[in-house]
């Protein structure tokens, strides 16, 4: 747990970093030592599935939401048929799917499996039977909510996304490898100088800093084109890089130069790699535009010196427009502001949903002074609860929402991603995250309809996994979801789920629960 991807992005943030740092360097490499979470066995499979007398709700058929019956073989949709009077064929086993919805697997292509929500380093080492419950937990709460398919964005422990991967039901995992900031830039600032170029050792150099990178490291080594092709020979299907000159404490961190972003660009090009930029201001995300980035890592929550203006101010929409016009992927990532309020609602850890995807000792532990240490480094000053949450609906929230919503308006690339867990916060519990997610596109003006292409067919056609995954179709993947209530209709039907398939093998919902009995 480390905030790789931070976004903390509301100048409310107040870090100690000083502290940080020395509970990474104290609990660093106890982790790497304790992680181990052996688990046996793959997604298994059912030859032939018959899911009959279903609503069938594929987002590039949304104009034909017919009951019908879709059936599986080996694992893989073999027959979409939207007619009622289908015959079942011989020896499929039968998923009876009377008044529900069927709807492709989600995907979630911006998460951080690799951090433990609401700890520390130091924290985790202490409690690393409490820890190692959460990592048996974790792709089954991803598919508690119904996501299939995950993109990590920055592999730090290659470890985890082994065992996740090894757990006997889990999500189809992606990664970007390991992520290329800019020297001494965005995140490596959050580490001692000694350990940042081990930690990131796939960052980009910066000849004007040669004293300050050591000298094992070799220019030619972290070139763009050398980056890019480590990340391809890991087996990376993105690249993930930042351009962010910090905030809080941290607020004059060196950043890339549009040199460097060209290079990047043609290097992913060549290797046939998804570019993912972190940019969560005006500026980073011109630069973002500028650079012809694919998808761009986060929602526009600091305006720079138009913060204080009501509406979208005309060159910020100028911006947008050429956004939705190049088709740039834009993921809203809203919770990532929401997560850190969470620690302001004296509500959030009794939401029944929390001991769905967390294992109780954890929830329990969560609600101790010593869980709730992230909430006090971002409320030094001990401001009421009501005022925090207004100060992030008048600023970061409120400009944020405009934004996706002028973004929705202008029917833009929409990729559903939600950066879990985006920081040190309790308020980005996974797959749970994923359904708060939705509900603040909803708040921020997304169509129902947006919302489910956002997390399906755009994801997949973003990250090339369309042949594969993102509609419910003959030929692709059998991950497919249940549930009572239609997406088209509410929001709350992502969280109607009954059954979760898996490369064809049926899972139900409440087995996969942290509270279930299984
Ligand atoms: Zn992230």
Redesign the pocket.
Known sequence: MFP????RGSNLVKVNPVKRLKIFVVAFTLLLSALSYASSGANQTASRVWITDVFIVSPERLDRVEKGSVLIENGRIARVERNRKAKKPADAVVVEGKGQYLIPGLIDS???LASVPGMTFEQEAGKQAMVAEYFRQLPRSYLYYGYTTLVD??VVQPRVLEDFRAAAAHPDLYDCGESLPWANGYPMNFLPAEMRFKVFPNFLYDAKQAEKIPAEYKAEDHTPAADVARVKSEGGICVKTYFERGFADDKNLPVMDAGTAAEIRKAATKDGLVLMM?ANGFEAQKFAVDANVDVI?HGMWHWGALDKEKEVPEEIKQLLDRIAEKKVGYQP?MQVLSGEMAYFDPEYLKNPAVAKVVPKAMVEWFGTPEGKWFGKELNEDKTPDATLRELYERGPMRRVRQVTAYLASKDANIVFGT?TP?GPTYGNLPGLNGYLEMKQLEKAGLSLAQIFKAATISNAREFKMESQVGTIEPGKVANLVLMTKSPLESVDAYDSITTVLVHGKAIARKNLAADSEK
Not at 4 to 7: E, K, L
């Open positions: 790789w991807c931070v976004s911006h998460v951080h964005l920055a972190h890592a990532t950066d985006s």
